[in-house]
């Protein structure tokens, strides 16, 4: 099992393009998520999916959408990149909700926004 | 709201323990959890406290107190791969909260 993986794992975008980030889970997990990593801030949430044809805001939702056409893919797109959005990506699954809620992680996407 | 504080940096000698603590302010969680991020790789999950008290899993151990609204990860017998950034987490609702990272440097 490839577990969680992301693509692509670098892009360097220009002020005002667009692009979209594909995460795929094979765990069969129903619910998905995507966070950003910048220095000294941690890991936040930028919107989730707690099943197929769902999608929710997190914490830091603006300049960006989701989609969750398939159980098994994710995508986030960014409609008009901003420098602020330069970051670190992760895409993450898990079985569900409750107590556990183990999450797997991608391996990230690095963003660069000029 | 929810917030959670950990540390920003933590320094130990290879062999030794560490404490990393986690102080949390939250209306309500399922529990505490604990992932571990290498620079360049995918975060990883560690151990979850559901309830009060000691969890153990090989060198790491985690810890839980509601009524002091805290938490640390302990890790003994040091080695050097255990260099990386730790997170502590809040499991609630459909989600979870994540703090802002503990990054631990290992001397020889």
């Known amino acids: 099992n490839a577990g969680v993986t992301q693509t692509p794992k670098f892009r360097v975008l220009k002020t005002g393009q667009s692009m979209t980030l594909l995460c795929a889970q094979d765990?069969?997990?129903?619910?998905m998520y995507w966070y950003r990593q910048d220095p000294g801030m941690g890991l936040r949430l930028i919107h989730y999916?707690?099943?197929?044809?769902?999608?929710a805001k997190g914490e830091v939702p603006d300049g960006y959408n989701v989609s969750r056409l398939k159980k098994q893919n994710f995508l986030l797109g960014l409609e008009s990149a901003a420098p602020s959005q330069t970051s670190v990506y992760f895409c993450?699954?898990?079985?569900?909700?409750?107590?556990?809620?183990?999450?797997?992680f991608g391996p990230g996407t690095r963003l660069t926004v000029l | 709201g929810q917030s959670l504080e950990q540390p920003s940096e933590v320094t130990a000698v290879e062999g030794a323990i560490v404490q990393i603590n986690c102080t949390y302010q939250?209306?309500?969680?399922?529990?505490l959890s604990w992932y571990q991020h290498h620079d360049g790789g995918a975060p990883t999950f560690l151990s979850y406290?559901?309830?009060?008290g000691l969890e153990e899993t090989g060198r790491f151990s985690s810890f839980l107190s509601r009524s002091d609204s805290y938490g640390y990860l302990l890790l003994q017998e040091l080695q050097m791969k255990d260099s990386a950034s730790y997170f502590c987490?809040?499991?609630?609702?459909?989600?979870?909260?994540f703090g802002k990272g503990t990054r631990l440097h290992i001397l020889p």
């Open positions: 999916s707690v099943g197929e044809g769902t999608t």
């Open positions: 939250t209306s309500g969680f399922y529990g």
């Open positions: 406290n559901a309830l009060d």
């Open positions: 987490a809040l499991n609630r609702d459909d989600k979870i909260i």
């Open positions: 765990m069969n997990h129903e619910y």
């Open positions: 993450a699954s898990s079985y569900g909700t409750g107590s556990y809620n183990e999450q797997f």
